[in-house]
């Protein structure tokens, strides 16, 4: 019996280990831009701290169960009485708190890092993109170009784009996992969430958060280009799009999936976002007209 | 007609039509069953009556098991859909509905009965008591939980089952957004229960606190018993967050309150941070007894002491206090900035210090012994590296910043099966091999026993090592399918075939329950593990009330048995007396009753009905207040009658 069980057990590992080997790497451990750089890097130092913990215990634990196997062991053998000894407990809790010590200096300097903007870019204007989710889409309004997309961004590569966040509905997260973590977005509140990409190209984003039926094909894509193209872009959508009218965005908050559309404009004119003071942010403003906007939209 | 289309089920399928038959048809099986064999008046008069901990025990182990199988087919549904891609065998609805109902089955109506048996049956055996400090209020309380548990589970069939998850996070849990009445079930069953498991923590601190035996001071308790004293602490701290959110959330559905709606000043995170506050420490309360559980195994099987008693209680003690602390890391992504994802971060990883010591604690326990590997053994010893690597997972989730790639993903449904099965999962079924022979007077067979334990984990390992991959690889939980270009088909494929393992060796224990009552020796003894804890020294099966003579602890240790069998310690002093007893009473039951009436009525909004089930529970409290019961006495000469027969049977 248990010699096949340790068999499985070889298959398994064989079989995780092709696995892992025949595929491209990880999404969460493929970042293209500084703050999924400092999460994955997180991750993988993690992973050897706690993989070293790990063995750690294995080794105590394989060594006490053979050493003291009772089938090893004279029939007359008694155990003895043993209360604990201050240097082994010592031991026991010292080398956890100076792991959680210094895990707690990483993890304070890697929330500053991610919460604002990368050091690389801190000294250039941020692109500030407003990105919403209805029931299951997700809004890009680019207040500054005038612009907005449903269901694709294009952002400049090497450089901070600042991505305000909010829902029509439910909780949602927003997620590009190869250039950072996820942020929620809430119908009461806008967050921000600093995002970059220190390479071209095409990055899968989703709603992280369970948000009802259609939530499993809630994605996204993200572009990055040379600031070039990206302006190129932005003029090609003023003389192509068409504009995007209240009656237009009503519809397109409608539940349901949609593919990709462009217009000129942004629903931030007619609708704004609910960017007031809900007591945790820096903002001063108390002014709640946003607050119908709101109501307005979400009484469907 | 409209008023019957409510209770219709809103997103009907085969699925249910088929379960829906199944479970009319048991449902008669087991009425005329009972009525066959004349069965109902020794059902009234000896369990749904009763005040005896040892059987309400066994009440809430049966219900238990029962959730363990309803919640097991969930899972195994939502394993199938996902093992291919683009898979058409579950909509997203019914996806949506199991994944809720799985997680509010095993977390509340598994996982905390279970415990909940561990303290009925063992605590006051542990501490050398007759009974639980209320018993009528135990009773009271194993219905209204068991009247919640089916309410919650009727939401399967009439009317339909919540779909917002179990932590049904608002606006979406509102009625704009979940509109069958699925919501109000998890908001009122929900709450019924939390009224029981409310009772069940003020009883056992109670219990502990005035119940033990003399010479039994708190640093000689044993130590499932602190881990009951701490849990049960954790539970009267916890559980009245829980009341309050929910009925606010009822407010919000039934009454059109704006707690946590869109607009007009609600918050949703509100929620959020409510649900949390209490379902962090409700993680601890579960884990902790498993602790308990699996220190009385492992000294058991190695011969030896536990090492490090005090560090064992104080970080327990440590353990309940920061629970309280952490609750944010459930949502660093909330948008509350680095200072605060800061505090939570180190306090929800200085918890891992106190975690640490036990783990420790255990593996210096086997130091010196003289280890057998029974099938208990055998469970604890799989927990202490399967366990390690949820925690360290879980210390992972405790970084802020990395969280925001892990947060919502099968990472994280990874890490908390990873420490659920192997901590809670695995110590109730240790526990329950353990005491079976104290429950039922004989053993499980240790063949299959060991076998089963070596399926599971070997499952275990195959569905949710897998899960951790794919959530680094993007994969988000709660979604009910994926593309085939995601490439995550193969690993959920592996995930799918563990769970199909997992499932088989659920089987087994079945059978093994089954084998061992047909072949099974019954002349066991009251002791046949050669154990060490006040629990084994009463006979097998416990008389009703528990020990003839009250044990006098002054002069052991926490493994007073041991001591009594070892040095020679007297342990019963006394001589047999009369006894006092509580009356059985049918009064808790019928409250618990009008409760699930109130329940289904507020759900679907029937209101007379509703004011119906709650002055039937006001009368029932009014009855209850003029009631005359003292109780009864055993005479001394029938508990001596009863002892030698004991002795003529041979068991000590
Ligand atoms: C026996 C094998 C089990 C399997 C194969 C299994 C599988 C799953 C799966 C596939 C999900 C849904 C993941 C998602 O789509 O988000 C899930 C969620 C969950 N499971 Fe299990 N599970 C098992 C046992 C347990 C146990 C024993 C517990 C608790 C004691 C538990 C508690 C939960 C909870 C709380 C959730 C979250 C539900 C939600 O997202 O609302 N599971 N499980
Ligand atoms: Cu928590």
Redesign the pocket.
């Known amino acids: 019996m248990k010699l096949n069980i340790k068999g499985a057990f070889l298959a398994i590992l064989a079989m995780s280990a092709a696995v892992l080997v025949g595929c491209e790497p990880l999404l969460v451990l493929d970042p293209k831009g500084p703050q999924a750089e400092v999460q994955a890097n997180d991750t993988i130092m993690l992973m050897y701290i706690m993989g070293a913990i790990v063995l750690v215990v294995f080794a105590i634990l394989i060594f006490m169960l053979i050493k003291y196997r009772a089938s090893k062991q004279s029939p007359d053998y008694e155990p003895p009485h043993i209360h604990g000894h201050w240097l082994v407990e010592a031991i026991c809790i010292g080398i956890p708190v100076i792991i959680v010590i210094f895990l707690s200096v990483q993890s304070v300097k890697s929330n500053y890092l991610v919460e604002n903007a990368p050091e690389e870019y801190a000294d250039q204007e941020p692109l500030v993109i407003y990105a919403s989710s209805s029931n299951w889409k997700w809004h890009f309004s680019y207040p500054e170009q005038g612009i907005e997309t449903v269901n694709y961004a294009y952002i400049p590569a090497n450089r901070n784009v600042e991505f305000k966040l909010y829902s029509y509905g439910p909780i949602t997260s927003f997620w590009v996992p190869q250039l950072g973590g996820q942020k929620y977005a809430m119908s009461d509140m806008v967050t921000t969430l600093h995002l970059a990409a220190d390479v071209e190209g095409e990055f899968w984003g989703r709603n992280a958060n369970?948000s009802g039926a259609g939530v499993a094909e809630q994605t996204f894509e993200v572009t990055s280009m040379s600031q070039e193209k990206f302006d190129e872009w932005v003029k090609e959508v003023h003389e192509t799009a068409e504009p995007l009218s209240e009656e237009k965005f009503e519809e397109l908050l409608e539940p349901g999936h949609l593919g990709r559309s462009t217009y000129t404009g942004t629903h931030l004119e007619f609708a704004p976002a609910p960017e007031h003071n809900h007591g945790n942010s820096d903002a001063d403003d108390t002014d709640h007209s946003n607050h119908e906007g709101q109501e307005n939209h979400s009484s469907h | 007609m409209e008023f019957f289309e409510r209770f219709m089920v809103p997103h009907p399928s085969f699925l249910i039509y088929v379960s829906m038959v199944l479970i009319a048809l048991t449902s008669i099986a087991i009425v005329v069953g009972i009525t066959y064999f004349k069965k109902w008046g020794y059902l009234w008069s000896e369990w749904i009556t009763t005040v005896d901990h040892k059987k309400i025990g066994i009440m809430y182990l049966l219900t238990a098991l029962l959730m363990?199988f309803r919640?097991?087919v969930d899972?195994?549904m939502?394993?199938l859909q996902?093992a291919v891609p683009d898979n058409t065998f579950l909509d997203a609805q019914h996806?949506n509905e199991i994944?809720?109902t799985?997680?509010v089955v095993?977390?509340l109506f598994?996982?905390m009965p279970f415990i909940t048996f561990f303290f009925n049956f063992l605590v006051p055996l542990q501490i050398g008591a007759r009974d639980v400090a209320f018993p009528r209020l135990n009773n009271l309380a194993f219905w209204l939980f068991f009247m919640g548990a089916m309410l919650f589970n009727l939401s399967f069939v009439v009317g339909g089952s919540p779909d917002a998850?179990?932590?049904s996070y608002f606006p979406l849990a509102n009625n704009e957004f979940s509109t069958s009445v699925g919501t109000n079930y998890y908001m009122i069953a929900i709450q019924i229960a939390g009224i029981g498991t409310l009772m069940t923590g003020i009883n056992f601190i109670t219990t502990i606190m005035k119940m033990r035996a003399p010479g039994m001071t708190l640093f000689k308790m044993p130590m499932f018993t602190w881990s009951s004293l701490i849990a049960n602490l954790i539970i009267v701290f916890a559980f009245p967050v829980l009341t309050v959110v929910l009925a606010m959330g009822t407010m919000d559905r039934l009454f059109g309150t704006q707690f946590f709606t869109i607009g007009n000043g609600g918050m949703d995170m509100l929620w959020a941070n409510l649900f949390w506050v209490w379902g962090h420490p409700e993680v601890y309360i579960?884990i902790l007894p498993a602790f308990g559980i699996f220190s009385e195994i492992i000294t058991t099987f190695s011969r030896r002491n536990l090492y490090g008693y005090n560090s064992m209680v104080w970080s327990m003690v440590i353990i309940s206090v920061f629970s309280f602390t952490v609750w944010t890391h459930h949502f660093f992504t909330m948008g509350q900035g680095a200072m605060t994802n800061s505090i939570f971060s180190i306090t929800t990883m200085l918890i891992a210090v106190p975690t640490g010591v036990k783990i420790f604690n255990w593996l210096f326990t086997l130091y010196k012994g003289k280890i057998e590997m029974t099938t208990p053994m055998l469970y604890t010893i799989h927990f202490i590296p399967l366990f390690t690597l949820g925690g360290v997972t879980g210390v992972m989730l405790a970084m802020s910043a990395a969280d925001y790639q892990y947060h919502n993903t099968?990472f994280l449904?990874a890490h908390?099966?990873n420490v659920?099965?192997p901590g809670?999962?695995y110590a109730m079924l240790a526990g329950l091999t353990f005491y079976w022979p104290k429950l039922f007077g004989f053993m499980l067979n240790e063949k299959i026993g060991k076998a089963t334990v070596w399926v599971m984990s070997t499952g275990?390992l195959l569905?949710?090592m897998p899960m951790y991959i794919t959530g680094l690889d993007g994969q988000a939980?709660?979604?009910?399918t994926y593309s085939e270009a995601t490439g995550y088909s193969t690993l959920n494929m592996v995930?799918f075939i563990?769970?199909g393992i997992?499932?088989i060796s659920?089987i087994m224990l079945v059978w093994n329950i089954w084998y061992s009552f047909k072949n099974s020796p019954r002349d066991i003894g009251s002791d046949p593990w050669n154990a060490r804890g006040l629990e084994w020294a009463t006979h097998t099966p416990i008389p009703a009330y528990n020990f003839a003579i009250t044990p006098d602890v002054s002069e052991s240790t926490s493994e007073a048995f041991w001591d009594m069998k070892k040095n020679g310690t007297k342990l019963f002093k006394g001589k047999i007396e009369k006894i006092h007893m509580p009356n059985y009473s049918g009064l808790p039951f019928i409250m618990s009753c009008a409760f699930f009436l109130l329940g289904f009525a507020m759900i679907f909004s029937m209101w007379i009905v509703a004011i119906i089930g709650f002055i039937v529970i006001l009368g029932c409290m009014v009855y209850r207040s003029f009631e005359k019961d003292e109780g009864y006495y055993i005479p001394a000469e029938e508990v001596e009658a009863i002892e030698k027969q004991y002795e003529k049977r041979g068991a000590k």
């Open positions: 369970f | 363990l919640g097991g899972a195994i939502m394993r996902l996806y994944f809720t799985h997680g095993m977390i598994m996982a998850g179990w932590t579960l099968m449904v908390f099966h659920i099965i809670v999962v275990f569905a949710f939980r709660r979604m009910s995930s563990g769970a997992m499932a659920f």
